[in-house]
């Protein structure tokens, strides 16, 4: 069993991962079957039922999806916010975080960093709808986050406009500020020092992998033979040894 382990792992990773890879495809096709009836409103945005919050869905042609109960009040600040993510190019990076948790399924530090990824990405574009907005209009914009927190029944694969921990996002909309630039200069060279640092752990003899030796010949241990003195050895008769004629004894008189 010991030595069938190296095996067993590989085969148990690779089952997680499309165990993980089948479920992404079928929440998927479970929201294109969702929106398949969704009516358009203007160029890139479309209103739908079956939902409780607005949702950006698509990779490379993103598209912005609202509930039809919204009011054409509501909907500026939230089409701004969804507006953002295409702009930032959120579901491509969110569509690669899920592929780097399809892969490394048993790592639980990839999932918390993939759940705070998605967390970072509604802040970001939290902040720059609200960038110069008043206390009056970030008091209705987390009014309006606090009624579209989502249910967990819903598909999970899209960025929804209710979701990634609503508490925390109101508390940033009205406790954040810009870090000071020595900490932006001392995180940059932080992640600078780690690249290195990787890098040469990587190159190092430490690390490599053990070359496979060449099989043993009859004549280890000795002085290797060049190839000219093991040719003439191979061309060389083999010589049978040399029988002794026997000597016959005289018989000694009685």
Partial sequence: IVRQLPQILIWAWAGGGVFFSLRCLYQYLRLRRAVRTAVRLEE???????????????????RIYIPFYIPADEREPILRHEKMHIQNHD????????????????????????????????MRCDEAVLKTAAVRDKKAYSET??????????????LKFGESLTENRIWYIFHAKEPPLFLKGAALF???????????????????LPRPQPPQSQYAGSAPLSAQTAEIRREEPAVEPAVEPAVEQAEEPV
């Fill in 145 to 158: 986050l606090l009624r579209f927190a989502v249910r967990r029944n819903e598909p999970a694969a899209t």
């Fill in 91 to 122: 579901p491509l990076l969110y569509f690669l975080a899920m592929a780097v948790t399809c892969i490394h399924w048993w790592n639980p530090l990839v999932w918390y960093a993939a759940g705070r990824l998605k967390q970072d990405i509604e």
């Fill in 44 to 62: 890139g945005v479309y209103q739908c039922e079956g939902f409780r919050s607005p949702f950006v869905a698509g990779v490379f042609r993103p």
């Fill in 190 to 208: 932080f992640i600078g020092l780690c690249a290195v640092v990787f890098a040469t752990v990587s190159s190092s003899p430490l690390f490599a």
